[in-house]
C-alpha cells in the first residue's frame, strides 16, 4: 500500500451520524484523492486536494466535506447528509515530481463503511 | 481468454494461459495510461503504465498495447497465475485535467486452477 494509511479498516455508523476517515501519507506527495467504491463498481472521485488548504470537488462531493491542513492528511467526513454512505472508501496521492510517473496515484487499504 | 472492459464482465482462464483485458479509453486528448490491479478488500495497485508517444511496454509477465486510432487499450498476461485473480482498471489522463485520473469500470479475472 506504499506509505499510505487509512483508518479505521472497517466503520459502522449510525444514520444521522457524522463520521470522520483518516487518510495519511509518507510519500511526500501533493495531490490526494478520496474515492467510493460500491460492490462491483469502479471508483468514483469525490473530493482531491492538490496542494495543502485547497481541494476541489469530484463527481460525487454531495453529502462529504474534508479538509487539507497538513500535506500528510485528508480526513474525509461523511455527513448525515449522504443518503446512501454504505460503501468501500478509498484514498490515494499523487506526485508533482516531473520524473518518475507525476500522474499515478497510490492507493491505501480502504476503509469498509456500514451505516446501521 | 479475451474481454471487453466497458461493463464489469468477468474473464475467465486456465491457470498457464495467457489473458487479455481490453479497456476502450473516451478521450482522444489524454496522454497518459494506467492499468491498476485490485484484490478483493484490498486497494488498487500500480501494475504499468504507457505514454501515448509509445504503443507498447513490456513489464513483468505484463504488456501494454495501446492503439490511439481506436482508443483502445489492452493489458496482456502470459502465464496467468492464480494469484492473478482480480479486477482490472484501465485510467487515463491528459495535460489540464488537475491531474485527475479518468477510470474505467473494471474487468473481473478468474484464473481457474
Known amino acids: 500500500d506504499g506509505g499510505i494509511t487509512q483508518s479505521p479498516k472497517y466503520l459502522f455508523r449510525k444514520e444521522g451520524q457524522n463520521v470522520t476517515l483518516s487518510c495519511e501519507q509518507n510519500l511526500n506527495h501533493d495531490a490526494m484523492y478520496w474515492y467510493r467504491q460500491d460492490p462491483g463498481q469502479g471508483l468514483r472521485l469525490i473530493y482531491y486536494?492538490?496542494?495543502?488548504?485547497?481541494?476541489q470537488k469530484g463527481d460525487i462531493a454531495e453529502g462529504y466535506s474534508v479538509s487539507r491542513e497538513k500535506k500528510e492528511s485528508f480526513p474525509l467526513t461523511v455527513t448525515s447528509a449522504q443518503k446512501n454512505p454504505t460503501a468501500f472508501y478509498l484514498c490515494?496521492?499523487?506526485?508533482?515530481?516531473?520524473?518518475?510517473?507525476?500522474?499515478?496515484?497510490?492507493f491505501g487499504p480502504g476503509t469498509r463503511l456500514t451505516v446501521l | 481468454g479475451e474481454s471487453v472492459g466497458l461493463h464489469l464482465p468477468t474473464l475467465s482462464v486456465q491457470e498457464g494461459d495467457n489473458s487479455i483485458i481490453n479497456c476502450a479509453y473516451s478521450?482522444?486528448?489524454?496522454?497518459?495510461f494506467i492499468w491498476y490491479k485490485q484484490e478483493s478488500g484490498k486497494g488498487p495497485q500500480f501494475i504499468i503504465d504507457?505514454?501515448?508517444n509509445m504503443d507498447k511496454r513490456q513489464g513483468q509477465r505484463v504488456t501494454v498495447l495501446l492503439n490511439k486510432t481506436v482508443k483502445h487499450l489492452s493489458l496482456q498476461i502470459a502465464a496467468t497465475q492464480p494469484g492473478d485473480s482480480a479486477v482490472y482498471f484501465c485510467?487515463?489522463?491528459?495535460?489540464?485535467?488537475?491531474?485527475?485520473?479518468?477510470w474505467g469500470l473494471g474487468t473481473s479475472l478468474a484464473v481457474n486452477p
Open positions: 478521450n482522444s486528448a489524454s496522454d497518459y
Open positions: 486536494s492538490q496542494i495543502v488548504n485547497d481541494f
Open positions: 504507457i505514454r501515448s
Open positions: 490515494a496521492s499523487s506526485s508533482a515530481g516531473t520524473s518518475g510517473r507525476p500522474d499515478t496515484q497510490y
Open positions: 485510467a487515463e489522463n491528459y495535460a489540464g485535467n488537475n491531474r485527475k485520473l479518468i
